[in-house]
């Protein structure tokens, strides 16, 4: 057996182990008292029903107001968590939630909708026991054995089109490819035999020649599996690396030259009857932010920076320049991860303090970070595909207006990196944005040229609507907007397959 092999099956055998982290024999610990709270809630904040959860399938045709670009048809596939109670209990973590996968079919002036469960291994077998049975990120259960990562898999958290297929993305497991069209879930991927059940996380990012980089992280593991796949979908390369206190990463940036990844100061202590995201620490108050820089060529750690301690979930692109490498993210002050749980019980904590959007340069001569500030409260940041890895000039981020009164996003925003201004949309009380993403022209070249396409909701009306902006002009708000008569659950990423 070569040495690269017995590394990746060291890393899966770990990687299993670490699914049931922290769990021993006792009783479930999602409970009914989490349910009673929410519901209490429920009945005086209408935001809270896109918490609910859905129980089945969703289908219909959207009302167009305004008008839908001719040269805009595609497909939008999104992803979140839709079930968090089942048996009278509730998750404690809306990353717990069971995967609904959506799909928006834009073409021809119109839109049409459909959503439906990621039928896993855990949703079949919870489904057809009437209860939870298996243990969350943030809730602990132990009501049957766990014997592998998938086992857990509840790919909620992107819908990954690559290929000519269409794969559900979760942190710790193998992506499960659904159809294109129905999104019937067709069965777990796995890209080479010995391979089989390694994370595989859920932000890809695509290179000019249509291949994918990605990542697989376990924490607790101290390893960052790397993975490299052509355009046909065939693993051309892999590399592990070692990252000691390796926890929570769920995204990267990938440059020219170069992979990174920003691990945020956490500390695992695991313990009886407790659930992976409760065994998460943070440490800001003792460690830094940490910069791993992996070089492409040699999938070799290259150099290490630190930065103030701040959790980041989502970073944005990066570039090479000259000595440098420069790159987005969005840091949060503070513990935002468990803060996240919150809305399980029925509280949405404000959002508006403790984030912004920064541009990190980073200098391997003088072996420093610095970073400036672009934006205030945000999330979701995403370029044009055609930038992704070389300079870009535009990042597009979810924010809340400032002196808003509503706690939650509620503007859209195009950011120049250069100039630190933003091109922006407020939406009317009462709607929610979730994350847009930039949809280019046939063969465009400049990062407006093209739409801005999301969703968003309609609390008041208890409704999603698919919002569409011109990327040069977003202030002049939406060009078209494709309302649906329901409310999906609301999701955490998705992509834009141009037809």
């Known amino acids: 057996m070569s040495h690269a092999m017995n590394e990746r099956r060291q890393f899966l055998t770990r990687s299993i182990g670490l699914a049931a982290l922290g769990l021993s024999s006792g009783a479930a610990r999602a409970d009914s008292d989490t349910y009673r709270r929410f519901h209490q809630a429920l009945e005086h904040d209408a935001r809270l029903s896109a918490y609910a959860g859905v129980t089945g399938e969703l289908a219909g045709d959207a009302v167009i107001h305004g008008r839908m670009p001719d040269d805009l048809q595609g497909t939008f596939y999104r992803n979140g968590p839709g079930r968090f109670e089942l048996g009278g209990e509730r998750y404690h973590h809306w990353f717990d939630g069971d995967g609904y996968v959506q799909r928006w079919q834009v073409g021809g002036g119109k839109v049409s909708h459909r959503g439906r469960f990621v039928a896993t291994q855990k949703y079949i077998e919870e489904t057809a026991a009437g209860q939870f049975l298996y243990p969350a ?29 269409v794969y559900a993305l979760w942190e710790g497991g193998s992506a499960i490819e659904v159809d294109p069209q129905t999104l019937e879930t067709r069965g777990i991927k796995t890209w080479r035999p010995n391979l089989k059940g390694m994370p595989f996380s859920a932000h890809p990012k695509a290179d000019p020649d249509g291949g994918l980089w990605n990542f697989g992280n376990m924490p607790g593991a101290d390893k960052l599996m790397i993975y490299r796949l052509n355009a046909a979908g065939e693993v051309a390369r892999t590399g592990m690396v070692d990252v000691p206190d390796l926890n929570m990463v769920h995204d990267f940036a990938i440059s020219a030259r170069h992979l990174i990844f920003l691990v945020p100061p956490y500390d695992m202590k695991s313990g009886p009857e407790l659930s992976l995201g409760d065994s998460l620490h943070w440490a800001g108050a003792t460690r830094p932010l940490r910069v791993m820089v992996i070089a492409k060529d040699t999938l070799q750690l290259r150099q290490v920076f630190e930065l103030p301690a701040r959790m980041v979930f989502h970073v944005g692109n990066a570039f090479e320049d000259g000595a440098c490498t420069r790159l987005d993210a969005v840091m949060h002050e503070g513990d935002t991860l468990h803060e996240l749980a919150d ?21 391997y001569v003088a072996g420093q970070a610095r970073e400036a500030r672009l934006f205030g409260a945000s999330e979701f940041p995403r370029v044009a595909p055609q930038v992704v890895s070389v300079r870009h000039r535009k990042l597009a981020v979810m924010g809340v207006a400032p002196g808003s009164a509503d706690d939650s996003f509620n503007t859209v925003n195009l950011i120049d990196i250069d100039s630190g201004k933003a091109d922006s949309y407020r939406f009317d009380a009462g709607w929610v944005a979730e994350e847009h993403v930039l949809v280019p022209r046939r063969g465009a070249r400049a990062e407006t040229d093209g739409y801005l396409v999301g969703v968003a909701q309609d609390v008041r009306r208890g409704q999603t609507v698919l919002t569409v902006f011109d990327a040069h002009n977003i202030k002049a708000g939406p060009r078209a907007m494709a309302r649906l008569s329901y409310a999906p659950p609301p999701c955490i990423h998705g992509n834009f397959l141009p037809s």
């Open 343 to 363: 809305v399980m019980h029925g509280e949405i904590r404000p959002f508006r303090d403790g984030s912004s959007t920064v541009q990190i340069t980073l200098d």
């Open 137 to 165: 990120f943030g809730t602990y259960i132990d009501r049957r054995p766990v014997k592998s990562n998938d086992t857990v898999n509840v790919a909620n958290t992107n819908l990954l089109p690559f290929g000519g297929r």
